[in-house]
């Protein structure tokens, strides 16, 4: 394994690369308010004449994701391209449902979003027991525990029902700090016996999608960069593609040796290691 090179910002990482693959939460901003020097890091690589495309596991899709960062204070256009995995598997949910009747769908989102399944032919239901497929698209693991949800999903997993999962995060960023992310209640549609399909970082759809978007660049011109290694890393790496971790977001508390156990355990180390996503 080649030595993980400790770079100073994000400037370092434009001297090197053209083509960025930006998280969001965790790198730009943790949910609540942009990290110091993000927006400027951003708006300096649109300077630099970099192209950025902004990757991240949000059950929501890209529109409502890039509104959302211009309402944290962003500048609108400073980065080019926005892909959710969200966005991913409403796309083939569209394609896939184009001729069927319409079904009957047990959404776990957050605060009521319904933009996962808007424009789809899909009935919402609370009911494991009726539901013809489950849409694990955000977790509100800040409001209630893995029970609760087990309650609700059980009925669907005893059933065989089919799950997808846009979300594969297993740890999500909250203003109360860390809590367990709808990967994490994917996990437990699984422990019950049911199927799920995943959706996101670090599968590999989902990055096949975005170099397409940027119409398949030299890997060597790209680098990932996001704070979690079993996702970020581990996915970029699979892709084939230069990966930078900063040690913001869900990784702010490690120490070194908890980030060398990470790595070893995701089979997964970044070429450059970040304080943060600052020029």
């Known amino acids: 394994m080649s030595a993980i090179l400790h770079l100073a910002g994000i400037r370092e990482l434009a001297e090197r690369f053209d083509i960025f693959l930006l998280d969001q939460f965790g790198v730009l901003h943790d949910g609540v308010a942009p990290y110091p020097g993000a927006i400027d890091a951003l708006l300096q690589l649109k300077a630099a004449g970099k192209r950025t495309l902004l990757l991240s596991n949000s059950g929501k899709r890209s529109a409502p ?6 309402r944290l204070g962003f500048a609108p256009g400073s980065w080019d391209y926005f892909l959710s995995s969200g966005e991913v598997a409403w796309r083939m949910l569209e394609a896939d ?6 079904l009957r769908c047990l959404l776990i989102a957050r605060d009521g979003d319904r933009s996962a399944v808007d424009g789809l032919p899909l009935t919402l239901t609370q009911d494991g027991a009726a539901a013809d497929i489950v849409l694990l698209s955000a977790s509100e693991g800040d409001r209630y525990d893995l029970e609760h949800y087990r309650r609700l999903l059980e009925p669907a997993a005893a059933r065989g029902v089919a799950c997808l999962c846009t979300n594969p995060d297993k740890i999500m960023l909250t203003p109360g700090g860390p809590r367990f992310g709808a990967g994490r209640i994917a996990e437990l549609y699984e422990e019950l016996g049911g199927k799920v399909t995943w959706i996101g970082k670090p599968f590999a ?8 978007m940027l119409r398949n660049p030299d890997p060597a011109a790209v680098v990932c960069v996001g704070d979690s290694v079993e996702h ?5 790496r699979a892709a084939g593609l230069n990966t930078a971790l900063v040690t913001t977001g869900i990784l702010e508390a490690a120490s070194d040796r908890d980030r060398a156990a990470l790595f070893a355990e995701h089979g997964a180390a970044p070429d450059f290691l970040l304080p943060a996503f600052r020029w």
């Not at 994701?65 to 211009?70: A, D, F, M, Q, S």
């Not at 970020?232 to 970029?236: F, L, N």
Request: a negative charge.
């Open 205 to 212: 759809q989902i990055y096949t999608t975005a170099l397409e």
């Open 65 to 70: 994701n890039e509104t959302r960062l211009v």
């Open 97 to 102: 449902l184009r001729q069927s009747s319409t």
């Open 232 to 236: 970020d890393i581990a996915g970029g």
